[in-house]
């Protein structure tokens, strides 16, 4: 839900406005790089 209202926002997050806007959500997994990676490649096809 996070993500999703990140791109609401700003349909073109920077890395940074990503990372921002998940502070708080804790993953326990590898890390959030792979979190960041899909949330702009929904953005990259959110316009199309």
């Known amino acids: ?3 999703k209202q990140i ?3 700003n349909a073109a997050p920077t890395e940074e406005e990503i ?3 998940l ?3 804790v993953c326990r997994c590898t890390g959030y ?3 960041v990676n899909a949330v702009k490649a929904a953005a990259a096809g959110a316009g199309k």
């Open 33 to 35: 790089q792979h979190i």
């Open 23 to 25: 502070e708080g959500n």
């Open 1 to 3: 839900m996070a993500s």
């Open 19 to 21: 990372r921002h806007g």
């Open 7 to 9: 791109i609401d926002r």
